[in-house]
């Protein structure tokens, strides 16, 4: 080649590498690495993927364990080794060939031995082999890597776990990547947030929702900064299965974590879910506990409370949410609870239903105060259904007040004519 004025490249020495390894030739591959050397050729990555090639083509197992070796020891720690996912899947297949799941787990082992500390997980030799595995189909078998890794009393690099969690996912098996996720955490690994939200939202899609509480235990007692994504998605999921009480249960136990901004909002989701399920006794322990924890509740609060009542022909306590609602509209204006028509409309409409036509009269006046609208026909509608048979004058005996306030609602919506 040079008489003729070519100079060799990687490929070149790649090839020869691969020939070589097959027969078995290792002085003519030290060789060849001398002359790449003189030739200044240090890329090495392609020689020694065609050597590993060469040797699983001869089958000998121990020449690749050592290639390996060799090519973490040039690359300076591991760092950029530049073994392919077809080299990293000849590799496993071999391996799987002789039944030899064991010397996977040495090879990782050794490999772990010279790799660098700073090392990215997708660039570990443990992650290429494991990766290799379930991208063939074998997640089983990157499990009994695992199992023989343990076995032989070796540390276990994040790498090595990365792999299976995804295909973990990949196959719904949430519980199990959950467990995988407790042993990592007590093995003084931690995983980061991408993996921990990927995990929560794989479990909830799964609807497994004590391994998405796990993890996101773990992720607490880990102390990983940001939990807002996998929140939402825990939040999210349990409000589109209908399970209220759950969402209930999980923001108490995080309500005081200063990482999650919990809100008015997360307290209103679960309200809404209550009521719309017809569960109107844990939507006022929701709503008393909320209270107690100082969330100040906003028009959709009351809106939800209300549109539960109406539901249930609980008339008196929706008039007892207007006499709060009332009180702070006295005090503090509309600062924290927007009077607007949804609202006004709301009470209004329960409170003719629920014949309490002082409480009406009220609602009125605060709406016109702040220059609401109220269509009148609605409430007519909802008086002629309910009290069409209602006569001033039966009033007039028994409740000289009350007969006053129907008279007033009646003027007012025009039931006089």
Avoid at 279 to 300: I, S, V, Y
């Amino acid at each position: 080649m040079s008489n003729l004025g070519i100079r060799p490249d990687e490929f070149s020495f790649g090839f020869l590498g691969y020939l070589y390894a097959l027969k078995g030739l290792e002085e003519k591959i030290r060789e060849l690495e001398v002359l790449m050397g003189g030739f200044g050729c240090l890329n090495k990555k392609w020689f020694y993927c065609s050597l590993i090639s060469g040797y699983i083509k001869s089958g000998d197992l121990a020449s690749v364990e050592a290639t390996v070796v060799k090519c973490l020891g040039d690359g300076g720690g591991g760092k950029d080794w530049g073994f392919g996912v077809e080299t990293f899947c000849e590799v496993v297949k071999a391996y799987f060939q002789k039944g030899n799941i064991k010397g996977l787990a040495s090879l990782i082992v050794e490999a772990q031995k010279l790799e660098g500390s700073d090392i990215m997980i997708d660039k570990s030799i443990g992650y290429g082999i494991v990766n290799a595995c379930v991208n063939i189909g074998l997640s089983d078998k990157a499990h009994s890597i695992l199992d023989e890794m343990n076995a032989l009393g070796a540390s276990v690099g994040l790498g090595v776990y990365i792999p299976i969690l995804k295909a973990y996912c990949k196959e719904n098996r949430t519980a199990e990547a959950t467990q995988m996720v407790m042993e990592i955490s007590n093995s003084g690994l931690q995983l980061d947030v991408g993996t921990y939200d990927a995990l929560v939202e794989a479990a909830m899609c799964a609807q497994d929702f004590q391994s998405a509480f796990s993890l996101f235990r773990d992720m607490r007692d880990a102390r990983i900064p940001d939990l807002k994504g996998s929140y939402l998605t825990i939040m999210t999921g349990l409000m589109e299965n209908h399970r209220p009480e759950l969402m209930a249960a999980f923001l108490d136990e995080v309500v005081e974590d200063p990482r999650i901004e919990v809100g008015t909002h997360d307290w209103n989701s679960i309200i809404h879910a209550f009521c719309k399920a017809g569960r109107l006794e844990d939507a006022r322990r929701t709503f008393r506990r909320m209270m107690f924890l100082q969330f100040e509740p906003n028009d959709q609060t009351y809106l939800s409370m209300i549109n539960g009542y109406v539901l249930a022909e609980k008339y008196f306590l929706v008039l007892m949410l207007w006499n709060e609602v009332k009180r702070k509209l006295s005090l503090d204006g509309q600062k924290g609870i927007k009077f607007d028509h949804n609202l006004v409309d709301a009470f209004l409409y329960a409170m003719v239903k629920g014949g309490f036509f002082d409480a009406v009269m009220q609602v009125v006046e605060k709406a016109y105060e702040m220059r609401v609208f109220v269509d009148k026909w609605r409430y007519k509608q909802a008086f002629m259904e309910t009290h069409k048979k209602l006569k001033v004058a039966k009033l007039r005996k028994r409740n000289f007040r009350k007969m006053e306030a129907l008279i007033a609602f009646k003027n007012w919506a025009g039931l006089n004519a």
